[in-house]
């Protein structure tokens, strides 16, 4: 069985850091898989802010993030990470990890209705 878990979230001012981790059990990360980072909010949409493609390396991020945000895959640990700088209080929300194989089509790695597993969220809380 596929599993997710993330870690890492917790509370912090703005303009500081969190690294989120998002450790994968059930499945190799050198199996073709695609490992996204969600964030949702309550009344909106989950809003997918970056991917990587496990084999390749190949990133992609939303423009809300890009810049700020850099995803990294360690392989050997079946994890992904989430590092998150220059935080703004508008990156509040619950992060979520997701996989998907095979990887989404490209331009379409952030759509959450390609992923079918999840994790269950972690809370991000940026302080003003």
């Known amino acids: 069985e596929v599993q997710l878990v993330e870690s890492g979230g917790g509370l912090v001012q703005a303009g500081g850091s969190l690294r989120l981790s998002c450790a994968g059990s059930?499945?190799?990360?050198?199996?073709?898989?695609?490992i996204a980072w969600f964030r949702q909010v309550p009344g909106k949409e989950r809003e997918g802010i970056s991917s990587?493609?496990?084999?390749?390396?190949?990133?992609e991020y939303s423009d809300s993030v890009k810049g700020r945000f850099t995803i990294s895959s360690d392989n050997a640990k079946n994890t992904v990470y989430l590092q998150m700088n220059i935080l703004k209080p508008e990156d509040t929300a619950v992060y979520y990890c997701?996989?998907?194989?095979?990887?989404?089509?490209?331009?379409?790695?952030?759509?959450?209705?390609?992923?079918?597993?999840w994790g269950q969220g972690t809370q991000v809380t940026v302080s003003s």
């Open positions: 997701a996989a998907s194989s095979p990887m989404p089509p490209p331009t379409m790695t952030l759509r959450a209705e390609l992923y079918d597993h």
């Open positions: 059930g499945f190799t990360f050198d199996d073709y898989y695609a």
């Open positions: 990587i493609d496990t084999i390749d390396d190949m990133t």
